[in-house]
């Protein structure tokens, strides 16, 4: 089996950190590995036992292939919060979310009594989707699929029967409030791209850029912000950057690398180390800084998992950001993606930690931001304003120091009440503040250095 180079980082959910697959690799065993070997094999044979009595005594023929996914996915999910078993579609998923572009419509949409309900259009910076050329617009109802009646499909099923091959035609069957008759359109698919990365102007003259996942279009579009902010703002007049972070849940490996190394010109980014020395891998920055020296301020909370903690944490253990906000995660564990052949899914394995260029592991600890900002959280929503974290994950990899458990993850919807972001916007105006947080000199109410 070759390598596969398909890198993820995630968080509670399940996705996470891949390596790379190696080819098995030859084992000498000795007397006490044979005895091993032998009590293993007896296990075995009590799960093969125990699958015919299954499939002889039970109530109903159960079907095989169920039985022996729900045997595998009952093993990995015993080890750790973040092993799994990923069924065919559920491998497909991962493969699409981790591309951030598949063939489809352009469209965001939900179940709503027993109808497709479209909840946004997708926008596309260079061409219209095919939703938007059809004239399609929000809360407008799909009834059929190609002629195939909706309410016979779950949710996840009708976006499957939308999405295929760049080019294809598919037919829809609309309904529309105000409009007696349905509307019959047929769209051509197009490669419809995912944006991970979202910025705009923060008082006229700073950068901010929002990362929402970390997919194979990420770091172009952190490129493409840095260079449209720095053209539109100026680059004298550019004070520096912000990059949030907060309740970015992970994604691609290779992505929080290249994310990293665009504000860093050299060293390290991260390491992992698994049982072997030959599983120890590091991975430092080659490319340069797009900002040339630029302050940057980086935004992370509770929610801020994995890829998200690699890149926080080489920028501040290289001090060339200031993190701040609340502590994150705390997801420092790697996982292998294991295609398990055609049509039969993939494993997911921890199989690492990765640790900060410091050498520090993050696992049931998390990032400490240098200045620690509590929003302010309407009582209404106060129960559900923290995130658990790692170490709340039954049967979660310990940490070699204290663990850390609950975080704040509330961000304001309106900017104005974001102390976060209020207060990286004003170290950037001129408060002077390096990536410890000692020479600070800000005193306001929800706002700690550390």
């Known amino acids: 089996m070759g390598r596969f180079p398909i890198i993820l980082l995630g968080a509670a959910t399940g996705a996470a950190l891949t390596l790379f697959i190696t080819q098995p690799r030859a084992v000498l065993m000795g007397a006490s590995a044979h005895a091993g070997a032998s009590d293993t094999y007896r296990q075995l044979n009590l799960f093969g036992d125990a ?11 159960p079907n095989d292939g169920k039985l022996v996914e729900s045997a595998i996915g009952g093993m990995l999910s015993g080890l750790d919060p973040h092993s799994s078993y990923m069924d065919a579609a559920s491998f497909r998923d991962m493969q699409v979310q981790t591309r951030g572009e598949f063939g489809g419509l352009g469209i965001e ?10 909840v946004k259009l997708m926008k596309d910076t260079i061409e219209e989707t095919p939703a938007s050329k059809a004239g399609i617009v929000a809360n407008d109802l799909i009834s059929t699929i190609n002629d195939e009646p909706v309410k016979d499909l779950t949710l996840s099923e009708a976006v499957d029967r939308m999405r295929g091959l760049v080019n294809t035609k598919i037919r829809l069957k609309i309904i529309r409030k105000g409009q007696d008759n349905p509307i019959d359109v047929t769209l051509v698919r197009a490669n419809i791209r995912v944006s991970s990365v979202r910025s ?20 172009q579009g952190l490129k493409r912000a840095i260079s449209d902010l ?38 390290e980014i991260v390491s992992t180390r698994g049982r072997s020395a030959e599983e120890t891998q590091r991975r430092a920055a080659h490319g340069g800084d797009l900002t040339k020296g630029k302050p940057v301020i980086v935004l992370i909370n509770g929610g801020s998992a994995s890829a998200s903690e690699i890149v926080a944490g080489a920028l501040q253990d290289h001090k060339r950001a200031t993190v701040v ?11 292998t993606i294991i295609p398990l052949g055609a049509g039969s899914g993939a494993l997911r394995l921890t199989t690492a930690r990765y640790f900060t260029p410091s050498g ?13 900002v509590l929003q302010d959280v309407p009582d209404e929503l106060k129960e559900r304003a923290d995130t658990k974290g790692e170490a709340a994950l039954r049967g979660h990899l310990k940490s070699a120091g204290d663990e850390k458990t609950g975080s704040q993850s509330y961000v304001p919807p309106d900017p104005k009440d974001d102390k976060a972001l209020k207060t990286a916007t004003d170290l950037l105006h001129g408060l002077k503040v390096n990536a410890t947080g000692e020479t600070a000199t800000i005193d306001k109410p929800g706002v700690r250095l550390r």
């Open 230 to 267: 720095t053209s539109r703002i100026g680059a004298e007049r550019l004070k520096g950057v912000i990059v949030d972070l907060r309740n970015n849940p992970g994604g691609l490996l290779d992505e929080a690398v290249t994310v990293s190394e665009t504000f860093l010109s050299r060293g």
């Open 360 to 372: 520090k592991s993050i696992q049931a600890r998390g990032i400490v931001p240098d200045i620690e």
């Open 109 to 118: 949409v939900t179940m709503e009594d027993g109808l497709i309900k479209i």
């Open 200 to 219: 705009s102007i923060e008082g006229d003259d700073i950068a901010y850029i929002r990362i929402i996942t970390f997919n194979e279009q990420t770091t």
């Open 325 to 335: 906000g609340t502590r994150s995660f705390g997801k420092g564990s790697v996982q």
């Open 51 to 61: 699958f015919e009595r299954v499939r002889r005594d039970y109530v109903e023929k």
